[in-house]
């Protein structure tokens, strides 16, 4: 479509495309999305209420946030999965975090900031639940760790 103003000399230099017909660029988003929907763990893990199931959603979400250029999002998420759900991916909170401070996109205080406080929020929110259906004092993920 093409937009034109009413005077003929504005015409030569109006005219401009809009940008309704643009088709979207393809980002590395994009990718993401395609090759995560098109493996086999997605079906596999969505039919079972496994921990594993609740730590791929929170990291799919951490690395559309980062996609998304929100480092503080992407770290709150990873803290969040790695304390409640599976300590395997301290691994990958490690490498992304590591990978986010080197290009500056998140300070050290931001990090240990943002760690801390997800860390605390996240062990409120499953020791108390864990100790109840356990019958004992528990963290199950540092006990799976240590």
Same mark, same amino acid.
């Given at each position: =479509?093409?937009?034109?103003?009413?005077?003929?000399?504005?015409?030569?230099?109006?005219?401009?495309?809009?940008?309704?017909?643009?088709?979207?660029?393809?980002?590395?988003?994009?990718?993401?999305?395609?090759?995560?929907?098109?493996?086999?763990? =997605?079906?596999?893990?969505?039919?079972? !209420? !496994?921990?594993?199931?609740?730590?791929?959603?929170?990291?799919?979400?951490?690395?559309?946030?980062?996609?998304?250029?929100?480092?503080?999002?992407?770290?709150?998420?990873?803290?969040?999965?790695?304390?409640?759900?599976?300590?395997?991916? !301290?691994?990958? !909170?490690?490498?992304? /975090?590591?990978?986010?401070?080197?290009?500056?996109?998140?300070?050290?205080?931001?990090?240990?900031?943002? /760690?801390?406080?997800?860390?605390?929020?996240?062990?409120?929110?499953?020791?108390?639940?864990?100790?109840?259906?356990?019958?004992?004092?528990?963290?199950?993920?540092?006990?799976?760790?240590?």
């Amino acid at each position: =479509i093409i937009q034109s103003s009413t005077s003929p000399q504005q015409k030569q230099t109006s005219l401009q495309p809009t940008t309704t017909n643009v088709p979207p660029m393809i980002t590395l988003s994009n990718y993401y999305l395609l090759i995560t929907a098109s493996q086999f763990h =997605i079906p596999f893990y969505s039919s079972r !209420l !496994l921990p594993n199931t609740f730590a791929l959603l929170l990291v799919i979400h951490a690395y559309a946030e980062w996609f998304n250029n929100k480092p503080r999002r992407t770290a709150t998420y990873l803290v969040f999965a790695t304390a409640i759900f599976r300590c395997d991916v !301290l691994l990958l !909170l490690f490498t992304v /975090g590591l990978t986010m401070l080197l290009r500056r996109q998140l300070s050290i205080v931001q990090a240990i900031t943002t /760690g801390v406080l997800t860390g605390v929020v996240s062990l409120v929110l499953t020791v108390p639940l864990d100790s109840i259906l356990w019958r004992r004092f528990i963290w199950p993920e540092f006990e799976v760790w240590w």
